[in-house]
């Protein structure tokens, strides 16, 4: 079953920068909606977790924790919109995974728009895995800025629901 999905994931490395999928990036157990949290830190630990049970190989949620943190150090990950994307690059990561968590009551992070986050998309990569990870942060990037994706996520009722408005925006992009 772990060679599927490895197999999976390897299929949306090879693929263009214009047929990346979020399908094959994101799934419902690392998907959680209406979390409490009181800061940047305590939303990356969540999110640590998240990659850390939601995964089908050993993913130690400390190194996750620092890795994400790291990089939110370097400069905030707020695309605006009441949307954040923590992400980062680890060497023990075969394949792209990341992690969504709807935050109630939204969170001020001091967004460059001044907007409180409503929602973070985590993203972990391979660490040689450069061009993939603007990729996937560039579609991101789109559905949020162009497609009213965040709006679409954070209304899903559940986080199957997440997941399936996820896979519409895959095909509606594959559609364009």
């Not at 409490?36 to 993913?59: D, P, Q, T, Y």
């Not at 629901?161 to 996820?166: A, G, K, S, T």
Request: aromatic share 4%.
């Amino acid at each position: 079953m772990m060679s599927d999905s490895l197999d999976q994931h390897a299929t949306a490395v090879e693929r263009s920068a214009s047929d990346v999928r979020l399908g094959d990036v994101f799934c419902c157990a690392r998907i959680r909606l209406k979390a409490e949290v009181s800061n940047k830190r305590r939303l990356i630990e969540v999110l640590s977790k998240l990659f850390a049970n939601g995964s089908k190989h050993v993913m130690n949620k400390d190194t996750v924790f620092r890795s994400l943190l790291e990089r939110e150090n370097l400069g905030s990950t707020c695309v605006g919109n009441g949307v954040m994307i923590p992400h980062s690059r680890l060497h023990s990561l075969p394949a792209p995974m990341g992690a969504i968590v709807g935050i109630e009551p939204p969170l001020d992070v001091d967004a460059d728009d001044g907007k409180p986050v409503s929602l973070a998309c985590g993203l972990l990569v391979p660490a040689d895995c450069s061009d993939l990870h603007i990729r996937v942060l560039a579609r991101l990037a789109e559905g949020f800025a162009e497609h009213g994706l965040n709006r679409r996520l954070l209304k899903a009722a559940d986080e199957a629901e997440v997941f399936d408005q996820l896979l519409q925006f895959d095909n509606e992009m594959l559609h364009q």
